[in-house]
């Protein structure tokens, strides 16, 4: 029986750091999903607002604005 308890002792250390070791790959793995939805997101929004600056700068008021601005009418 004495070598029994002590073999089921060490079997539950090892488990004990199996668990261990999965809750650091687990927290590891959650900072790296963190990092690259912070990457997406910033490309996201780079994406989204050139899609906007595209826009405005395609309208007729702020394109007419440009070409008043780089023929140099703007300084009348």
């Known amino acids: 029986m004495n070598q029994l308890s002590l ?8 488990q004990q750091l199996i668990n261990e070791n999965r809750k650091s790959k687990f ?23 050139m899609a906007i600056a ?11 604005t440009n070409k008043h601005r780089m023929m140099g009418e703007h300084s009348r």
């Open 54 to 64: 595209k826009c405005i700068g395609s309208s007729s008021i702020f394109s007419i």
């Open 27 to 49: 927290k590891i793995l959650n900072i790296s999903k963190l990092s690259l939805i912070h990457q997406l997101t910033k490309r996201c929004f780079l994406i989204f607002g």
């Open 7 to 14: 073999v089921l002792k060490e079997i539950d250390a090892i």
